[in-house]
């Protein structure tokens, strides 16, 4: 654990008398011997819940809020140093053209992708949904409308799954850095925050994802998030809850990197190098570099989320539009075996990628060198290699080490990513060990 949480929750305890939050803190110590597990719900709730999100594989992030005019990416207010006062008044100009989050959801459904992500109220404290909470909300601004109530009917309208980011950090509420060394204030931000939950769970109908950010300064005892979350799921019996508000839930959240692990996780990631846009930023990813984390993502067993950074206006920039027009134009030959993709053992190739449904092995080519193409190590007799998905039969050998593949046009059969099924006769696996203690070797002195 940080040292700053260590000194928050030690300072928690002192100021809260460890009287007003004894059931709460009971509730979250019985539940620390689970830190790998769901601590609100059941595993075997779990996997009912999670089944579409199982299949889903690919959603789409968004991060919108007041930053976005400011386009420095949303951490501008704390990492410029803008005062309160002088940020706050963004909200009086922040009012994107009407229904933008339609050309969102249009634009994730073309992708391949399934469920959405947005950013209800980030770090600089501004919702974008209707909250009686606070008046610094959009309805109550320069927008006035519910920008969250316009997401969440674009994303219904496109058979996109629906989720909420909330930050549990505020950079604008009093109380939002005092609550870690005063009870007072803890109780009153403790309460304002659940409360917009509540709201959020409550008002626009049923919700797939509630996706915590940044839970500093408080513990999960001092955020009573197991009485949070307990709230959420009554709410909202069927909806997945990240493991952000620091009990573990649901999902982890790898951030930036693909890190596959035991239980159900999620990558998130930007398209260039900031969540919020950024104007200056131009380190775009290719189309080519997505899809290759995306089937990584699906190899593995988890989930690729990518993130857009809308205009002030809503509008996406245009390097998204056309990277996620590839992507999705690569996920309408292929997406199935994303969507469908079962976990998978064979990992290692420079210039492929693998993914696995059955007794088929799907293999990823990004680097096309128009001759052949090796595999080491695989422990299974391959028993046919044809061209996904139009079939076309491959030419192969194959001996106890190696299954090469030859007799390949020039040209790439997918200029992103072309795909080559080898079935084989059992669960695909590759043993590389094997190949480098085993592989005969030459005589000494030859
Ligand atoms: C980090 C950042 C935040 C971003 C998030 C996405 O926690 O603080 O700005 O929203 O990552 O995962």
């Known amino acids: 654990m940080p040292n700053f949480l260590r000194s928050s929750r030690r300072n928690w305890l002192k100021l809260a008398g460890a009287t007003t939050l004894l059931p709460a803190l009971q509730a979250a110590q019985v539940n620390k011997a689970a830190l790998i597990g769901p601590t ?18 690919f959603g789409m992030f968004i991060h919108f809020g007041l930053y976005s005019q400011l386009g420095h990416h949303e951490w501008a207010m704390e990492q410029e140093g803008i005062p309160v006062a002088e940020y706050q008044e963004l909200a009086k100009s922040f009012n994107p053209k009407p229904h933008a989050a339609r050309a969102w959801a249009r634009l994730a459904k073309q992708a391949g992708m399934k469920y959405m992500v947005m950013t209800t109220k980030h770090h600089e404290g501004f919702c974008n949904f209707d909250t009686k909470l606070t008046n610094y909300c959009a309805p109550k601004q320069a927008a006035g409308r519910d920008l969250v109530a316009e997401y969440v009917e674009a994303a219904r309208a496109e058979g996109m799954r629906v989720g909420f980011y909330y ?33 959020l769970c409550a008002n626009y109908g049923k919700l797939d994802v509630l996706w915590y950010d940044v839970a500093w300064p408080l513990s999960a005892e ?8 307990k709230m959420v799921r009554d709410l909202q019996p069927d909806i997945l809850i990240n493991n952000r508000s620091k009990i573990p839930e649901d999902f982890t959240t790898p951030e930036q990197k693909i890190e596959a692990s035991s239980g159900p996780w999620e990558s998130c990631m930007t398209m260039n190098d900031s969540w919020g846009y950024q104007i200056g930023d131009d380190h775009w990813k290719s189309p080519k570099t997505i899809v290759k984390n995306l089937v990584t993502c699906a190899r593995d067993s988890g989930n690729y989320l990518l993130n857009i950074g809308p205009k002030a206006d809503g509008s996406i920039p245009e390097e998204s539009v056309k990277t ?33 449904r059955g007794n088929s092995l799907y293999v990823h080519v990004h680097y096309w060198d128009g001759q052949r193409i090796g ?71 030859v």
Not at 185 to 191: G, L, P, T
Not at 222 to 229: A, D, I, L
Not at 324 to 353: D, T
């Open 222 to 229: 001092g955020w009573e998030s197991v009485r949070m979350n």
């Open 375 to 445: 595999i080491g190590g695989l422990k299974n007799k391959v028993v046919k290699a044809s061209f996904y998905p139009n079939g076309r039969e491959i030419q192969f050998k194959q001996d106890d080490f190696r299954i090469l593949l030859t007799d390949l046009p020039q040209n790439a059969p997918d200029s992103l990513v072309a795909v080559i099924e080898l079935q084989c006769d059992s669960e695909p696996d590759q043993d590389l060990e094997n190949v480098r203690v085993s592989r005969p070797r030459m005589q000494v002195g």
């Open 324 to 356: 996620l027009a590839a992507v999705g134009e690569w996920m309408e030959r292929y997406g199935e075996l994303i969507h469908k993709a079962q976990f998978c053992k064979v990992k290692r190739s420079e210039f492929a990628n693998f993914t696995r």
């Open 167 to 199: 930050s549990l950090m505020d950079w604008h509420h009093p109380d939002g850095a005092r609550c870690a060394t005063d009870e007072s204030a803890r109780r009153r931000f403790v309460d304002y925050i659940h409360g917009q939950v509540r709201e």
């Open 40 to 57: 609100t719900s059941t595993a075997e709730d779990r996997e009912r819940r999670m089944q579409w999100w199982r299949e889903a594989r």
